[in-house]
Structures are given as structure tokens and as C-alpha cells.
């Protein structure tokens, strides 16, 4: 998680899983791709925890 959002606030170009896994130093952007795909956002619970 904590590369994806880092990846979202740099200053990268395009913000497709390839760029924001290049940007965080991983080889391919499976992992990023398995969290945007695999994870169940709430909103309202994650504003909540902040």
C-alpha cells in the first residue's frame, strides 16, 4: 500500500501499474495490481482510521 501511494504522489508522468512499480523499484507490477484488484475499499472505514 505504502508504495502505491507513494507512487500516486510522485512526480511520475503516467500512473499506470507499470510506472508506479517502476517508481518503487519492483521488477513488474503484479503486487500493485493484486492490491488494486483485490482489495475492498471503504471510504467511509479508512477516513474513519485516519
Known sequence: MR???RGL???VAR???WQLA???GHHTPDGLQH???G???EPDR???DL
Request: charged fraction near 35%; avoid cysteine.
Open 22 to 24: 517502476e517508481q518503487a
Open 46 to 48: 479508512i477516513r474513519d
Open 15 to 17: 500512473k499506470s501499474s
Open 3 to 5: 508504495d502505491h501511494v
Open 35 to 37: 492490491l488494486r484488484a
Open 9 to 11: 504522489l510522485a512526480p
Open 39 to 41: 482489495t475492498r475499499w
